[in-house]
């Protein structure tokens, strides 16, 4: 959990360092809402503590496809399935590539998924309203 708290505390100083465009992606251990994960729950502070790291930030998530992408390969009743992997991208990103879109696609021979990410450039809006 200390590690986690670092890594949120280095995320707000990095976006107080410059105001551009920026997209963060990877394995981010957490989840926003407790939807976002079958199994064992999440517990309330832990998600309002991203939530609201994110939100210093100025960066939102958004992507198409399932919200379960990760498993711990556990039977059932263990089994735990939750979208770890993420792309979060600031309003000035999302204006400048208001087009792109991101999808999980599913690796035979990882318990993760890998972010696809299809690049569009600002001026028109894609044909699915979705906010990143």
Known sequence: MMRQRAVWERLVA????????WLCIGD???ILFQQEKI???RSRWQIEDS???LSCCDLTDGFE???????????????????????YG???????????CVTHQALPYSNHAMLVI?????GQKRRKKRQF
């Open 14 to 21: 990095l976006s107080m360092q410059f105001d551009a465009p």
């Open 28 to 30: 981010f251990n957490e």
């Open 39 to 41: 199994g064992e729950p």
């Open 51 to 53: 939530r609201e790291t």
């Open 65 to 87: 496809g399932s919200q379960h992408i990760w498993c711990n390969r556990c039977q059932y009743p263990e089994t735990i399935r939750s979208r770890l992997d993420k792309a």
């Open 90 to 100: 600031n309003t000035r990103w999302h204006e400048r590539f208001s087009m792109t």
């Open 118 to 122: 299809q690049w569009g450039f600002g």
